[in-house]
């Protein structure tokens, strides 16, 4: 009697195990979209690509999914790369020596050099340039992040990087709106 | 019923500090002589930085507008005296880092002309969006220190209705006689003020909040309302505990309820203005003189003869000390704003604003020594002196962490900057530089967060676009194909990759005219010297 009571009670415990494995195999995926999404909210969102993924968002799934380190972000510097670290339990590292370091700035076209190719718009992540085949294309420096991508694709190489204010002192006859329109470094 | 009222409440915390009035207390307000220079600085104001609207070589005078405002929370700025502007450029500014920002400079020419809105006597006939506007376009901004846009602060939506208007004479700071000696010598200029402000807010009642150690203010300011028989202004007197001067803790002793946190007085029906901002509202719309000049207490034992000064705005500090008489032995620390709230000067290179209240020199041992910070020990003195009720010591833990949650948990947005805790720190700890330090952490941290969403959106429909521009771009082959098997006999029989050659051949020579058109303006524009940028008529 005993022995069939041990038996049963084996039983029962194997099964609820079974079962716990199975929820825990089909609350994974479901985990990892969590996951991705938590590391994706730690990286800077500036798209360069320089971690070697096509933006930020496959950058995150690569780490969650183990195929990539974490210290591969250079826009997000030490900073990401402590943040990365607490939110995966792993160590922290130095920022990877292949991913090329970038600093801070916003894009800008020089206007009588452009010649509206419109290749610029065609490879900035974020649609942030504007314009038409054969038209002056612009960076909205607000929405630009400074990724840079759109420097080597210029054909004139009138994009240049802004990271100080763009005029700061007036020539006479120039108009007011130029001290307002000079970017916040 | 006596117009002359004691406080129903006092605010909890607060500290009770050496005066040192004596100083400049009684004496009269000096016009400043017209400095050679004027450094304006074109952001004197909470907001975005006025717009220039002058340049280089053009004569202004006293009162003409050098910059306009650009938006809601801007204010406009004006020349203080008569002159030829010769630079405008970034100088060094009245901040605690002494960073440079862009300035309009005017060599004066001594005669002072001055160029003002026509006077409106009879406000009361106007409307208040055109009052406010001329408050705007004088540039009037709060001249208690936080130089927040007076028309700004007398706008309010009619939902919220505004019950009374209070007039913030208290000066709780140490050393500051600044808005004292105003009380004493224009106590009509404030009272016309008052009433214009009154009338633009409709407000039934207007409350003159005034230290209980002003008693020389107090009876001028007494004779003037009785002298303009006015039924409609009341005085509080409040204890002199500072920061009694402070908006939320004036409206608490007068109204007896806090703001809440994260407020405005505004949600009480309270709206504070400084007496100083009343009496440039006298003079921008009855006078329609631009505000141009304010008074400044120039005091401390380190300075030779300490006065109360008219200054005009953007006279350098040095050329105000040495009109004072210069500093004492070899003392050069020079604080703006007060001992408790104010910051140490580090270039006296940079001009007066609108929001220098005072300059203080101390004397060697006039100020109580900040030594080494010590370890905080828990004492719990700063949690007994905050006037807000925060607990300063557990604010100081996560800003020393950099816990940006912890600290807003904590309410570090409601931090005042009195002072109160550093003050009676017996560790020495600077108390209030790490609740600073950390506003600015969680402020750049929010626009970073702020940045990065904007951007995870735009890339997030830029793929969302692309996938559609495929599927469709895939269909309209297929429909393509579809109609070229349909109609076999047509007059064009060139193959499809003929005509992907010729169209990748005439695109390429495009592309290559226009690189040649480029390199030929890149030569142009290198070799010619117009584009040196200083050959300008800027001597």
């Known amino acids: ?185 | 019923m006596s117009i002359i009222e004691q406080v129903h409440q006092r605010f909890r915390g607060g500290l009770a500090l050496p005066k040192h009035k004596e100083l400049t207390r009684g004496k009269p307000i000096l016009e400043a002589p017209i400095p050679p220079e004027l450094i304006i600085p074109l952001r004197q104001h909470v907001g975005e930085s006025a717009a220039v609207t002058v340049h280089v070589g053009q004569y202004v005078r006293r009162g003409e507008q050098i910059g306009r405002a650009t938006d809601f929370l801007s204010a406009a700025v004006h020349a203080s005296s008569s002159g030829r502007i010769i630079a405008i450029e970034d100088r060094v500014t009245p901040h605690p880092s002494g960073r440079k920002e862009p300035c309009v400079v005017i060599a004066t020419d001594g005669e002072d002309a001055s160029q003002g809105l026509p006077p409106w006597p009879n406000f009361h006939s106007l409307e208040h969006s055109t009052l406010r506007n001329r408050l705007r376009q004088c540039g009037v901004v709060g001249l208690g220190g936080a130089a927040f846009p007076t028309a700004a602060k007398l706008t309010y939506s009619p939902r919220r209705s505004i019950h009374t208007l209070i007039l913030n004479a208290v000066e709780c700071e140490p050393y500051l006689t600044c808005d004292e000696s105003l009380l004493l010598e224009r106590p009509q200029e404030i009272l016309n003020g008052l009433e214009i402000m009154r009338h633009i807010l409709q407000v039934p009642t207007a409350v003159i909040a005034i230290g209980e150690n002003m008693s020389a203010s107090l009876a001028s300011l007494k004779e003037a309302i009785d002298a303009f028989s006015s039924q409609h202004v009341r005085i509080v007197v409040v204890p002199s505990l500072y920061p009694a001067g402070s908006e939320h803790q004036l409206v608490q002793m007068i109204t007896g309820q806090e703001v809440p946190s994260g407020g405005l007085p505004s949600d009480l029906g309270v709206v504070t203005q400084n007496v100083a901002t009343a009496a440039a509202v006298y003079r921008a719309v009855i006078l329609g003189e631009p505000l141009t000049s304010r008074v400044v207490t120039i005091t401390g034992q380190g300075i030779t003869q300490p006065h109360n000064l008219r200054v005009r705005i953007g006279t350098p500090i040095q050329y105000l000390l040495d009109f004072c008489g210069g500093a004492v032995g070899s003392n050069h620390l020079v604080i703006m704003g007060g001992p408790m709230m104010g910051f140490a000067l580090p270039n006296v290179a940079s001009p007066v604003v609108k929001a220098t209240n005072c300059l203080l020199m101390p004397g060697a041992d006039e100020l109580p020594g900040r030594g080494a910070a010590q370890p905080c020990i828990r004492c719990g003195f700063c949690v007994d002196a905050c006037p807000v009720g925060l607990l300063p010591q557990q604010l100081y833990w996560h800003a020393r962490a950099n816990d940006l949650e912890a600290v807003q948990e904590h309410h570090l947005f409601d931090c005042i900057e009195c002072g109160c805790c550093a003050t009676v720190c017996p560790s020495q700890i600077p108390l209030v530089q790490y609740y600073r330090q950390a506003k600015r952490e969680v402020a750049v941290h929010e626009q970073r967060r702020e940045q990065a969403t904007l951007a995870r959106e735009r890339y997030e429909h830029r793929l969302t676009r692309l996938g559609q521009q495929a599927d469709t771009n895939l269909s309209q082959l297929t429909r393509l194909a579809a109609s070229a098997l349909d109609s076999p006999g047509d007059d064009f029989d060139f193959s499809a990759d003929e005509l992907q050659t010729a169209e990748i051949t005439v695109k390429q020579a495009a592309i290559q005219a226009a690189l040649d058109r480029v390199q030929a303006k890149k030569q142009a524009t290198l070799s010619s010297p117009a584009n040196d940028g200083n050959d300008g008529e800027s001597s």
């Open chain 1, 1 to 185: 009697m005993s022995i069939l009571i041990a038996i049963l009670l084996l039983a029962l415990l194997a099964a609820a195990a079974a079962g716990g494995l199975a929820m825990a195999t089909s609350s994974q995926s479901r985990d990892k979209a969590i996951l991705t999404q938590q590391v994706d909210a730690v990286l800077p969102q500036t798209q360069c690509t320089r971690c070697g993924f096509s933006g930020c968002l496959p950058y995150a799934k690569a780490i969650v999914e183990g195929l990539a380190d974490i210290n591969r972000c250079p826009p997000g510097g030490e900073a990401t790369i402590a943040e990365l670290a607490l939110l995966l339990g792993k160590p922290v590292k130095p920022l990877a020596l292949d991913c090329l370091p970038m600093a801070p700035g916003v894009a800008g076209i020089i206007e009588e050099l452009c010649i509206g190719c419109a290749r610029c718009i065609k490879v900035c992540p974020v649609d942030a340039i504007i314009g038409a085949p054969r038209q002056m294309h612009t960076v909205i420096k607000s929405a630009c992040t400074g990724c840079e991508l759109c420097l080597p694709v210029c054909p004139t190489d009138c994009i240049v990087m802004y990271t100080a204010p763009l005029l700061t002192t007036l020539q006479p006859g120039q108009s007011a709106s130029t001290i307002s329109a000079g970017l916040s470094p």
